[in-house]
C-alpha cells in the first residue's frame, strides 16, 4: 500500500487558494511568496552561521592537540604548567564544540519538519544543454592565405575572368551552377585586383564591368556569413533575390558598387603616385654624379648667371662669371658642379692628349678667374 504521508507537510501553493473577491489576488501571492523567500534566506543562513562556527571550533580543537603533543615531544617532563592549561583549553573546546553539533542537529531536524512549498519540492538533479554547432576553423596565417589564393588562381584564374565579363543575372547564376568551386574569398579577392590593374591601365569601362561582378560575389559572400552556411549553398538565394528585389535592396547594391568604383579609383591613383615616385628615384640615381650629388638639382640651385653660363656652353663667359663673385661661393658652386658631373675637370685637356694636341684650353674655371684677377691688380700697379 502507497503511503501517502509524505504529502501532509506540504505548504499549499500560492494559485492554489482561495481570496476574498475583494482581495488584490496578484499582490497577496506576490506578497506571500516574498515573505517566504525572506523567512527561507534567514533560515538559510542562520545555518551558514551554525555551520561556520562548528567548523572554526574543530579547528581549534585540532590546533590545541597540536600544540599539546609538539611540547610533549620537547619537553617530557618540564613545562607541566602549560600543559595543564592546554589540556584545560581543549577540554572547554571540546565542550563548544559539542554545544555547536547539538544546534546543527536541532537546526537540521528544524529543516526536516518545515512544510514544503514549490521553491523546495524538487530540485534539478542535472542540468544540461547540448548544441551541435560545428566549431569555428582556426584562422590562417597570412602565409597559408598568400599561398592559397596565388593556388586558386593558377588553377582558376580563365574561369575567374570568364565570370568577370558577364553582365546578366542568369548568366553569372548559370556560370556559378557549372563551376561553384568560384564562389568563395579568392576569386572576390582576385575580381578587386583586377579592377586596380584596369583602372591603372585607362581601361575605365571594362573596371566597372569588373567591378559590378565583383560586389555580386561580395554580397553573395556576405549573405552566406549571416547565414552561417557554405557561400556555394546559397549564392542561388541571393540570385532569387537580387532578381524580384524591392527597390531599397537595389539601391543598397548600387550604392555599394559606386562606393567600390571610388575605392577602385582612389587605390588606382595611389599606386601610379607610387610608380611615379619610384621611377623618379630611379632617374635620379641614374643622373648622380661621382660625387653623389643630383645635377638638376645642382643646376636649379645655381645663381642665374652661371645657370645662363651652362646653357650656352661657355668657359669663357664662366670663367667671366666666376671672377666676378665671392670666391669662396665660387668655389662652392663649382665644387657641387663637379660632384654632380656639370662640370668635368681636366675634360678638354684628357681630349687635346688623346688627339696629339701640344695645349688644350684650361678647364679649371675658378683658377683661372683668380689668375686674371690678380693680372689686372698688377697692371694697375704698374
Same mark, same amino acid.
Given at each position: 500500500?502507497?503511503?501517502?504521508?509524505?504529502?501532509?507537510?506540504?505548504?499549499? *501553493?500560492?494559485?492554489?487558494?482561495?481570496?476574498?473577491?475583494?482581495?488584490?489576488?496578484?499582490?497577496?501571492?506576490?506578497?506571500?511568496?516574498?515573505?517566504?523567500?525572506?523567512?527561507?534566506?534567514?533560515?538559510?543562513?542562520?545555518?551558514?552561521?551554525?555551520?561556520?562556527?562548528?567548523?572554526?571550533?574543530?579547528?581549534?580543537?585540532?590546533?590545541?592537540?597540536?600544540?599539546?603533543?609538539?611540547?610533549?615531544?620537547?619537553?617530557?617532563?618540564?613545562?607541566?604548567?602549560?600543559?595543564?592549561?592546554?589540556?584545560?583549553?581543549?577540554?572547554?573546546?571540546?565542550?563548544?564544540?559539542?554545544?555547536?553539533?547539538? %544546534?546543527?542537529?536541532?537546526?537540521?531536524?528544524?529543516?526536516?519538519?518545515?512544510?514544503?512549498?514549490?521553491?523546495?519540492? *524538487?530540485?534539478?538533479?542535472?542540468?544540461?544543454?547540448?548544441?551541435?554547432?560545428?566549431?569555428?576553423?582556426?584562422?590562417?596565417?597570412?602565409?597559408?592565405?598568400?599561398?592559397?589564393?596565388?593556388?586558386?588562381?593558377?588553377?582558376?584564374?580563365?574561369?575567374?575572368?570568364?565570370?568577370?565579363?558577364? !553582365? !546578366?543575372?542568369?548568366?553569372?547564376?548559370?556560370?556559378?551552377?557549372?563551376?561553384?568551386?568560384?564562389?568563395?574569398?579568392?576569386?572576390?579577392?582576385? =575580381?578587386?585586383?583586377?579592377?586596380?590593374?584596369?583602372?591603372?591601365?585607362?581601361?575605365?569601362?571594362?573596371?566597372?564591368?569588373?567591378?559590378?561582378?565583383?560586389?555580386?560575389?561580395?554580397?553573395?559572400?556576405? =549573405?552566406?556569413?549571416?547565414?552561417?552556411?557554405?557561400?556555394?549553398?546559397?549564392? !542561388?538565394?541571393?540570385?532569387?533575390?537580387?532578381?524580384?528585389?524591392?527597390?531599397?535592396?537595389?539601391?543598397?547594391?548600387?550604392?555599394?558598387?559606386? *562606393?567600390?568604383?571610388?575605392?577602385? !579609383?582612389?587605390?588606382?591613383?595611389?599606386?601610379?603616385?607610387?610608380?611615379? %615616385?619610384?621611377?623618379?628615384?630611379?632617374?635620379?640615381?641614374?643622373?648622380?654624379?661621382?660625387?653623389?650629388?643630383?645635377?638638376?638639382?645642382?643646376?636649379?640651385? =645655381?645663381?642665374?648667371?652661371?645657370?645662363?653660363?651652362?646653357?650656352?656652353?661657355?668657359?669663357?663667359?664662366?670663367?667671366?662669371?666666376?671672377?666676378?663673385?665671392?670666391?669662396?661661393?665660387?668655389?662652392?658652386?663649382?665644387?657641387?658642379?663637379?660632384?654632380?658631373?656639370?662640370?668635368?675637370?681636366?675634360?678638354?685637356?684628357?681630349?687635346?692628349?688623346?688627339?696629339?694636341?701640344?695645349?688644350?684650353?684650361?678647364?679649371?674655371?675658378?683658377?683661372?678667374?683668380?689668375?686674371?684677377?690678380?693680372?689686372?691688380?698688377?697692371?694697375?700697379?704698374?
Amino acid at each position: 500500500m502507497v503511503d501517502y504521508s509524505v504529502w501532509d507537510h506540504i505548504e499549499v *501553493s500560492d494559485d492554489e487558494d482561495e481570496t476574498h473577491p475583494n482581495i488584490d489576488t496578484a499582490s497577496l501571492f506576490r506578497w506571500r511568496h516574498q515573505a517566504r523567500v525572506e523567512r527561507m534566506e534567514q533560515f538559510q543562513k542562520e545555518k551558514e552561521e551554525l555551520d561556520k562556527g562548528c567548523r572554526e571550533c574543530k579547528r581549534k580543537v585540532a590546533e590545541c592537540q597540536r600544540k599539546l603533543k609538539e611540547l610533549e615531544v620537547a619537553e617530557p617532563k618540564g613545562g607541566q604548567a602549560e600543559v595543564q592549561r592546554l589540556q584545560a583549553e581543549a577540554q572547554q573546546l571540546r565542550k563548544e564544540e559539542k554545544s555547536w553539533e547539538q %544546534k546543527l542537529d536541532e537546526l537540521r531536524k528544524k529543516e526536516r519538519n518545515m512544510p514544503w512549498n514549490v521553491d523546495t519540492l *524538487s530540485k534539478d538533479g542535472f542540468s544540461k544543454s547540448v548544441f551541435n554547432i560545428k566549431p569555428d576553423k582556426e584562422e590562417d596565417s597570412e602565409e597559408q592565405k598568400e599561398q592559397k589564393h596565388k593556388t586558386f588562381v593558377e588553377k582558376y584564374e580563365k574561369q575567374i575572368k570568364h565570370f568577370g565579363m558577364l !553582365r !546578366r543575372w542568369d548568366d553569372s547564376q548559370k556560370y556559378l551552377s557549372e563551376n561553384p568551386h568560384l564562389v568563395c574569398e579568392e576569386t572576390a579577392n582576385y =575580381l578587386v585586383i583586377w579592377c586596380i590593374d584596369l583602372e591603372v591601365e585607362e581601361k575605365c569601362a571594362l573596371m566597372e564591368q569588373v567591378a559590378h561582378q565583383t560586389i555580386v560575389m561580395q554580397f553573395i559572400l556576405e =549573405l552566406a556569413k549571416s547565414l552561417k552556411v557554405d557561400p556555394r549553398a546559397c549564392f !542561388r538565394q541571393f540570385f532569387t533575390k537580387i532578381k524580384t528585389a524591392d527597390q531599397q535592396y537595389m539601391e543598397g547594391f548600387t550604392d555599394e558598387l559606386e *562606393s567600390f568604383k571610388e575605392r577602385v !579609383r582612389g587605390r588606382a591613383k595611389v599606386r601610379i603616385e607610387k610608380a611615379m %615616385k619610384e621611377y623618379e628615384e630611379e632617374e635620379r640615381k641614374k643622373r648622380l654624379g661621382p660625387g653623389g650629388l643630383d645635377p638638376v638639382e645642382v643646376y636649379e640651385a =645655381l645663381p642665374v648667371e652661371l645657370q645662363k653660363c651652362f646653357d650656352i656652353k661657355d668657359v669663357q663667359m664662366l670663367q667671366d662669371t666666376i671672377s666676378k663673385m665671392d670666391p669662396t661661393e665660387a668655389k662652392y658652386h663649382m665644387q657641387r658642379c663637379i660632384d654632380s658631373g656639370l662640370w668635368v675637370p681636366n675634360a678638354k685637356a684628357a681630349g687635346g692628349q688623346e688627339k696629339g694636341e701640344d695645349e688644350a684650353p684650361a678647364s679649371d674655371p675658378v683658377g683661372e678667374a683668380r689668375k686674371g684677377r690678380v693680372e689686372e691688380e698688377e697692371k694697375g700697379n704698374i
